[in-house]
């Protein structure tokens, strides 16, 4: 699995981003599928997950409320929309997946086994 992250970007405070991230060379659909986020300095840290069937979904306590994710099977694609972005936020953001019927601790980086490149987020005050 090659996943690809896209939509990053700089925003002022207060306003919105969407990330994408594309799988490639082998469907995703019964894989659980999160975001993370590295700030400089920092671990890299839980952000979001959506397990297999889209069904559920998880954040992390800072973001809850302002992101939300999602995914399209079809198209073997998982999407975070960031709301209300805070210069908190900025990172770098990293899509991953687990493997296929992986059930676990979704908020641990070593659940996921495919990972993409990221894609930066700068956020302005």
């Known amino acids: 699995v090659q996943l690809q992250a896209s939509g990053g970007g700089l925003v002022q405070a207060g306003g919105s981003l969407r990330l994408s991230c594309a799988a490639s060379?082998?469907?995703?659909?019964?894989?659980?599928l999160g975001w993370f986020r590295q700030a400089p300095g920092k671990e890299r840290e839980f952000v979001a997950s959506?397990?297999?069937?889209?069904?559920?979904?998880i954040y992390a306590d800072p973001v809850k409320g302002r992101f939300t994710i999602s995914r399209d099977n079809a198209k073997s694609t998982v999407s975070l929309q960031m709301n209300s972005l805070e210069p908190e936020d900025t990172a770098v953001y990293f899509c991953?997946?687990?493997?296929?019927?992986?059930?676990?601790?979704?908020?641990?980086?070593?659940?996921?086994?495919?990972w993409g490149q990221g894609t930066q987020v700068t956020v302005s005050s």
């Open positions: 991953a997946a687990t493997t296929p019927y992986y059930y676990g601790n979704y908020y641990a980086t070593n659940s996921y086994k495919y």
């Open positions: 060379r082998r469907t995703v659909s019964n894989n659980a």
């Open positions: 959506i397990d297999w069937k889209g069904s559920n979904a």
